[in-house]
């Protein structure tokens, strides 16, 4: 038997979901089952699947001790975190992410990873050494990503440090609170210097594809981008580009400029990248560098955050390099 209290980053949340979290290789079938037959109590109370459990309520659990594997929180006690952090407060915290690090233990590509080499993995045992995540002490709740990147994409990535905030940041995400925009080297110059583009998104194989028109499968998409910088001519043209993605699809920046003709410079996937990668990329050049919190409608524990603006220092992006920038280029 184990009795587990509610704390606040627990409740509001649905009792077969807190089950699930804090117990470890629960089928889901057996803990309906348990459920049933009556092993599983609110404050002394029978209890619902559906029930939903409120910080202080007392949740007895009369199943199996193998649940409840001892130490398995304290996996993150052994991880040395190495993260550029560029804005935290009490709520969320923002980092840097570098390329060839996967956010999650499956990214989008779905890459399986040792928890202890993703950038949760390292923001959750910077959290736990400054004090302010303790898994020993928490039953569900674990700091969480509120956005994701692709691997080979560096930038700015947002995770909540308590419930409340990932709900609502998730919630502000959804809807459309956060403008994100994006630095990218591509081949060629685009014939507008500024324009929104549609299309139609759908994965295919271990990628994904852009249609013109509406196809089976595809969802819409909408990215915006302006033209910062040229080099180059001919064959050899580069363009700077600022892009904000006005909705946010696996690799759309990526598979998006390569339907127009301008690939990214080193991507791999959706362009050639032989002579790219004699030039050193061996990735796409792309950067997540810039958010701004507009928050719209939101009123809520983050509002503090509306109006502000969390930038990576552009002078440390590298592939800039390939364009003369003067002062106040962008």
Same mark, same amino acid.
């Given at each position: ?18 089950? !699930?979290?804090?117990?470890?290789? !629960? ?63 009490? %709520? ?11 956010? /999650? ?31 020993? /002490? ?14 080979? *994409?560096?930038?700015?990535?947002? =995770?909540?440090?308590?419930? =409340?905030?990932?709900?609502? !940041? %998730? =919630? ?11 630095? =990218? +080297? ?25 249609? +013109? ?15 910062? +910088? ?16 006005? *909705?946010?699809? *696996? /690799?759309?920046?990526? +598979?998006? !400029? ?50 502000? *603006? ?21």
């Amino acid at each position: 038997m184990r009795t587990l209290t509610v704390l606040p980053n627990d409740g509001g949340q649905r009792l077969d979901k807190f089950i !699930m979290k804090a117990t470890v290789g !629960m089928p889901q079938s057996l803990l309906y089952k348990y459920i049933r037959k009556k092993c599983v109590k609110i404050n002394g109370r029978r209890a619902e699947a559906s029930d939903i459990v409120s910080a202080g309520d007392t949740v007895t659990l009369y199943i199996s001790d193998e649940f409840f594997p001892e130490g398995e929180k304290l996996a993150v006690a052994s991880i040395v975190p190495k993260i550029t952090v560029v804005y935290e407060d009490d %709520n969320i915290i923002i980092c840097d992410k570098p390329v060839g690090v996967l956010v /999650h233990s499956g990214d989008a590509d779905g890459e399986a990873s040792d928890d202890k080499n993703t950038l949760i993995g390292h923001i959750q045992a910077y959290l736990y050494r400054k004090g302010e995540y303790d898994p020993a /002490h928490e039953n569900t709740f674990a700091p969480a990503l509120c956005n994701r990147i692709d691997r080979n *994409t560096r930038g700015l990535v947002i =995770a909540a440090k308590n419930a =409340a905030a990932l709900r609502d !940041m %998730n =919630a502000i995400i959804k809807a459309g609170g956060i403008d994100k925009f994006y630095l =990218a +080297a591509v081949h060629g110059i685009p014939s507008l210097r500024e324009a929104t583009l549609y299309g139609y998104l759908r994965r295919e194989g271990g990628g994904v594809r852009v249609f +013109a028109r509406e196809v089976p499968g595809a969802k819409k998409i909408a990215t915006k981008y302006r033209v910062l +910088a040229t080099s180059g001519c001919g064959g050899d043209a580069l363009s700077l580009l600022e892009i904000e993605l006005l *909705t946010g699809r *696996t /690799h759309q920046i990526r +598979a998006h !400029m390569e339907s127009i003709g301008h690939p990214l410079l080193g991507e791999g996937r959706y362009g050639k990248n032989e002579a790219d990668r004699r030039r050193g990329y061996k990735s796409q050049a792309l950067c997540a560098y810039r958010v701004t919190f507009t928050l719209g409608g939101y009123d809520g524990v983050l509002s503090y955050l509306r109006g502000k *603006t969390v930038q990576i220092d552009k002078s440390k992006i590298d592939f800039l390099k390939e364009f003369d920038l003067g002062a106040g280029a962008f």
